[in-house]
Structures are given as C-alpha cells and as structure tokens.
C-alpha cells in the first residue's frame, strides 16, 4: 500500500530540485556529517532536512508531510537517505503540534490554537474560536484548501473513527465565552463532507479534571479505536463506535464521535516531583503487566523547565481499575488516580547534559518507544516491562529542540524546531542492553538502591 502514489511521485519528481528547500529554511546542517553532540553507537545518523520551526510529521506512503510554524511541506522519502522536496503550502500555523491524516482521502488536518489565531506572536488566552484547516494532499506538489472551519478549541485535532470525525482541544478556557470552564474540552466535527462540516452539539471530556472542565491537550486513537485525551489531571479513554457497555449507566449502547462512551483511565497522581498536566499518551494494546494485555498506557507529563526535580516526564499507567467509570463517576469526591507503573527522565542517564521536559513519542510495537525531550535529543527506551524502563539509546545533538520522533518504514523520522528533520537508524530493540551512565559518586542526589539500599547507593532513575 506504501506506493499508490507510486506514478505521481515519478511524474513530478524530475521536478523536485527546482522547489528547493522550503522558504526560510536555514541550510546550516551537514546531510552527511552526524551534528556535534552525544550519539550511542546503535543510532546511526542518516540525513537532515534543514526548515524552520518544524513541529510535527505524517506520512501517507513515501510523502512525508511536515507542519512548520510557517506552513506545511511535503517530500518524498521513498529513499530516506535523499528525502526530496515535493511542495509546500505557505500559511501561518500555531501551534498544530501532531499533525493528523487521513490517508483514504489524502487529507491533512491542521489546527490553529486560539492564542496564535493569526500568527505564532497573537493573541494571549481570551481568542474564543481556533480554526481547523483541512488540506487535499493528493497531489503533494500543489496541495490546497478544500474545508474551513472555526471551532472554540484549536490547539490539536485529531481524527477518530477513520477521519469521518475530527477532535479538537485546547487551550485554556475564555474568560468570556466560557466562563465556568477552566480549560477548554474537546469539540467534535463531523468532516464526512469537509466542505460542509458538522459540529457536534456538546462539548466531549467536561470535568476531567477532579471535576472540573479543564484543559484537554490532545488525542490519540490506539489499534481498538480507543481515543485517549490527555490534559490537565489525567487521561481517559473513549469508545468512540460499536456497541459497548456503558460503565456509567450499565446499558450497552452504540458510541459515536459525537457520543462518546468511556472505557477506561482517570486521574493522574501529583507530586513534588511530577505534573498532572499530561500532554500525551498512548496504549499498545500488546503490551502486558502482570500478564495482563493492554492495560498498559504510556504518558507524557509535560513541565517544561530544566529542574530535574520537575521537568515533565515518561510515565507509565496500569489502567487496571479504571474500567468501571472511576475516573469519570464522582471524581469531585474520589479524586481518583491511576497506579504509577514507573517513570522517567534523562538525569542520570548516559547522553545527558542535564534535564528538559518529555514531549510526545513513538511506539515501535514491540516494546521499544522513542521518547522527545526538547534540548536532551532523541531517548529509545526499553519499555517491554513496563515497571523497569531502561535507556537502550540516544540521539542528543547540541542544538537540539526536539518535539517528536516518528517511527516510519524502519527509520525514526526526529522532528526539531531548531535544526528541521532528522532521519537516523536505531539498531537493536526491547531488551537489548541498557546503555548505563557513569555512577557520580560525589553526587549529592544519591539514593538507596531498590534492591541494596545505601550499601549501592545510585542517582535517581539510574538503571539499576
């Protein structure tokens, strides 16, 4: 299926080197020489692709379609070693952080935060409306606008349902249009027909958080069609078609995009030491604890800052007990929480110069993910037991500003708002051995080992 646009790339591609690097792009990195910083041996460097302000990737086959603060651009990575450019489509875009397609219909649908309504420098939080652009990239050499719509949320849209529905949440609440929200909840739209779009008539994921209606940040649909929204106080996940048994009502009843039915997930812990502000998350629903399947969820805690002691983090979830409607029946009272599997940051760990929030991620599917950490690279971690994370390897350029990496086609595709596209090869997988830092014994951080107490002290989150 990778080459139905096997005769439209071979038609245009003779055109390609005319179109050049998208405009702006800053052409400083070496296509052939790995960039200054920290690499592990199992992580080779293949090619950059110099842009502006990239922020997030998709692909539908050999296009890869780039979302940039200053538009979209598309290349044709058939040869992921030579990605080449194919088109772009100027437009101021904030913030639009995880692109999302539809690869039936050759759609991209980009969303615009109603704190940069107009441009990355607008706005501040009392816009009442985001917008949702959806843009025919059938043909990636001349891509155009074919629906328009605004929206009272705008900071990510996400498909459900195969495309037929788009999602779409964030950011903080209007003082005047929303006023007894906290956080702005997910708006539903029905793009069947993208020229003629249908909202849903009421807001989806309200009083998330303990309660209260508060910021939900993104979606993201697992393998079973659970769409999982994360944002302030925790995550929860949605049946969004079929028939399935209501935990809040006990009646089985048919979900839709509009009316949605939950599944499982809630409220997240916090801590000295973490955030309840969950920026992502997702569920391979493969993966075991406990030799329970799929119950596993990985997250995102999202707190940018360089603190190590606060910078947001990977955590991992047990959704076990949380399919019962806990984490929407009553919360105001339970407060309820999801168990902590484990979790983890860069301190400590080989590769590192030191702290930066987690950003979204990317499953291999087989019990490897490759995890973003803004200024600390690129981290592959081993998450085959979910309450032992290991580092396995690392990409840290010293310019990095990474927002998300994307597993495709055997390559992981970095996304860096600072030096454009990186494409590298990440050899090995689950299980391989950890890539350990040196102990600092004069660390004044130490802590007792889980196993060994303070005979073995170690650095917190070292591998041990």
Same mark, same amino acid.
């Given at each position: 299926?990778?080459?139905?646009?096997?005769?439209?790339?071979?038609?245009?591609?003779?055109?390609?080197?005319?179109?050049?690097?998208?405009?702006?792009?800053?052409?400083?990195?070496s296509a052939t020489q790995p960039p200054a910083g920290d690499?592990?041996?199992?992580?080779?460097?293949?090619?950059?692709?110099? #842009?502006?302000?990239?922020?997030?990737?998709?692909?539908?086959?050999?296009? #890869?379609?780039?979302?940039?603060?200053?538009?979209?651009?598309?290349?044709?990575?058939?040869?992921?070693?030579?990605?080449?450019?194919?088109?772009?489509?100027?437009?101021?875009?904030?913030?639009?952080?995880?692109?999302?397609?539809?690869?039936?219909?050759?759609?991209?649908?980009?969303?615009?935060?109603?704190?940069?309504?107009?441009?990355?420098a607008a706005g501040g939080d009392t816009f009442p409306y985001?917008?949702?652009?959806?843009?025919?990239?059938?043909?990636?050499?001349?891509?155009?606008?074919?629906?328009?719509?605004?929206?009272?949320?705008?900071?990510?849209?996400?498909?459900?349902?195969?495309?037929?529905?788009?999602?779409?949440?964030?950011?903080?609440?209007?003082?005047?249009?929303?006023?007894?929200?906290?956080?702005?909840?997910?708006?539903?739209?029905?793009?069947?027909?993208?020229?003629?779009?249908?909202?849903?008539?009421?807001?989806?994921?309200?009083?998330?958080?303990?309660?209260?209606?508060?910021?939900?940040?993104?979606?993201?649909?697992?393998?079973?069609?659970?769409?999982?929204?994360?944002?302030?106080?925790?995550?929860?996940?949605?049946?969004?078609?079929?028939?399935?048994?209501?935990?809040?009502?006990?009646?089985?009843?048919?979900?839709?995009?509009?009316?949605?039915?939950?599944?499982?997930?809630?409220?997240?812990?916090?801590?000295?030491?973490?955030?309840?502000?969950?920026?992502?998350?997702?569920?391979?629903?493969?993966?075991?604890?406990?030799?329970?399947?799929?119950?596993?969820?990985?997250?995102?805690?999202?707190?940018?800052?360089?603190?190590?002691?606060?910078?947001? %983090?990977?955590?991992?979830?047990?959704?076990?007990?949380?399919?019962?409607?806990?984490?929407?029946?009553?919360?105001?009272?339970?407060?309820?929480? #999801?168990?902590?599997?484990?979790?983890?940051?860069?301190?400590?760990?080989?590769?590192?110069?030191?702290?930066?929030?987690?950003?979204?991620?990317?499953?291999?599917?087989?019990?490897?993910?490759?995890?973003?950490?803004?200024?600390?690279?690129?981290?592959?971690?081993?998450?085959?037991?979910?309450?032992?994370? %290991?580092?396995?390897?690392?990409? %840290?350029?010293?310019?990095?500003?990474?927002?998300?990496?994307?597993?495709?086609?055997?390559?992981?595709?970095?996304?860096?708002?600072?030096?454009?596209?990186?494409?590298?090869?990440?050899?090995?997988?689950?299980?391989?051995?950890?890539?350990?830092?040196?102990?600092?014994?004069?660390?004044?951080?130490?802590?007792?080992?889980?196993?060994?107490?303070?005979?073995?002290?170690?650095?917190?989150?070292?591998?041990?």
């Amino acid at each position: 299926m990778r080459h139905r646009w096997t005769s439209v790339l071979a038609a245009v591609v003779v055109l390609a080197g005319l179109l050049g690097a998208p405009a702006g792009a800053v052409a400083t990195q070496s296509a052939t020489q790995p960039p200054a910083g920290d690499i592990s041996k199992n992580v080779s460097y293949i090619t950059n692709v110099p #842009m502006p302000s990239a922020i997030s990737i998709n692909f539908i086959d050999d296009v #890869m379609i780039v979302s940039t603060a200053s538009g979209l651009y598309t290349y044709d990575v058939s040869d992921p070693a030579a990605p080449t450019p194919l088109g772009s489509l100027p437009m101021y875009i904030w913030e639009n952080e995880d692109i999302d397609v539809d690869v039936k219909r050759k759609l991209a649908f980009i969303s615009r935060d109603p704190r940069g309504f107009t441009s990355p420098a607008a706005g501040g939080d009392t816009f009442p409306y985001g917008a949702v652009h959806v843009i025919d990239v059938s043909n990636p050499t001349a891509m155009q606008e074919v629906g328009f719509f605004t929206v009272p949320a705008g900071h990510t849209t996400s498909c459900v349902n195969r495309c037929d529905f788009v999602w779409t949440g964030g950011p903080y609440a209007n003082p005047e249009t929303q006023p007894d929200f906290v956080g702005r909840p997910i708006y539903a739209t029905d793009v069947t027909d993208p020229a003629n779009p249908v909202p849903c008539p009421d807001p989806i994921d309200t009083g998330r958080n303990d309660g209260v209606t508060d910021y939900a940040h993104d979606v993201q649909v697992d393998a079973k069609g659970v769409a999982w929204v994360s944002g302030a106080g925790g995550v929860r996940g949605y049946w969004t078609s079929g028939r399935h048994k209501n935990p809040l009502t006990g009646k089985v009843q048919k979900a839709t995009g509009c009316k949605p039915i939950p599944y499982a997930g809630g409220g997240t812990p916090e801590s000295a030491t973490s955030s309840r502000f969950m920026h992502n998350a997702w569920r391979n629903v493969r993966a075991k604890v406990d030799g329970r399947r799929g119950d596993v969820l990985y997250a995102t805690e999202e707190n940018i800052v360089s603190d190590c002691a606060t910078s947001g %983090r990977l955590a991992i979830y047990d959704l076990k007990g949380s399919k019962k409607g806990e984490g929407w029946r009553n919360i105001e009272k339970t407060k309820f929480r #999801m168990k902590v599997l484990d979790t983890w940051w860069p301190e400590g760990q080989k590769g590192t110069t030191g702290c930066d929030s987690a950003h979204y991620l990317s499953d291999r599917g087989d019990g490897l993910i490759a995890y973003s950490f803004y200024s600390q690279g690129t981290r592959f971690l081993d998450v085959s037991n979910p309450r032992r994370i %290991r580092q396995i390897g690392y990409y %840290r350029p010293d310019d990095a500003n990474v927002w998300a990496p994307y597993f495709h086609d055997g390559y992981v595709y970095v996304a860096d708002f600072t030096r454009g596209i990186d494409v590298l090869k990440f050899k090995g997988g689950a299980q391989s051995k950890a890539v350990r830092a040196p102990l600092d014994l004069t660390a004044s951080t130490l802590q007792p080992s889980r196993t060994f107490g303070y005979i073995c002290p170690v650095k917190p989150n070292a591998v041990r």
